[in-house]
């Protein structure tokens, strides 16, 4: 009878053993792929013509005094050597699209959206070229970050 004790005490040690280690590894397993499926937060780098909305939350809460660029004065108007072209029809060439706001400035209020590829009218670029005020589809107007479109021929 003892010889059956030990023998029974031996294979449920064994049985709890490999379903502790099956737990261990499943575990382990959920982790990682949790992990792994959520995606890094965008990088946010100077030079980017579109930030991030997390971004623009994040400058938005940091700094609620208006930021430099906003307090500089508007430039003046300069004749430019070769004026842009008015009217011309143009595409969405970035891959996270465009925000249209209702003044070429990233405190403006947003009206609307602009899916990558899809086809707008570039109706005038603002003197420095950072901004173009665009007619979509439906009729609404607004301005873009300039250098995300593509003209069309």
Request: aromatic share 6%.
């Amino acid at each position: 009878m003892a010889t059956m004790s030990k023998i029974s005490q031996f294979v449920l040690g064994f049985i709890l053993a490999i379903a502790l280690l099956f737990l261990a590894g499943a575990s382990l397993t959920r982790y990682m792929l949790t992990r792994l499926a959520t995606p890094p937060p965008r990088p946010s780098f100077t030079n980017d013509p579109s930030p991030s909305p997390a971004a623009q939350t994040a400058d938005s809460e940091a700094s609620p005094s208006p930021s430099p660029a906003a307090a500089a004065p508007a430039p003046s108007p300069v004749a430019s050597p070769s004026p842009s072209p008015v009217g011309y029809r143009a595409r969405v060439t970035q891959p996270i699209g465009l925000r249209v706001r209702q003044e070429p400035s990233l405190d403006a209020a947003t009206v609307g959206g602009v899916e990558f590829n899809q086809e707008i009218t570039v109706l005038e670029d603002s003197a420095d070229g950072t901004w173009q005020k665009v007619q979509l589809a439906n009729g609404a107007a607004g301005w873009v970050k300039g250098g995300n479109t593509a003209r069309i021929n």
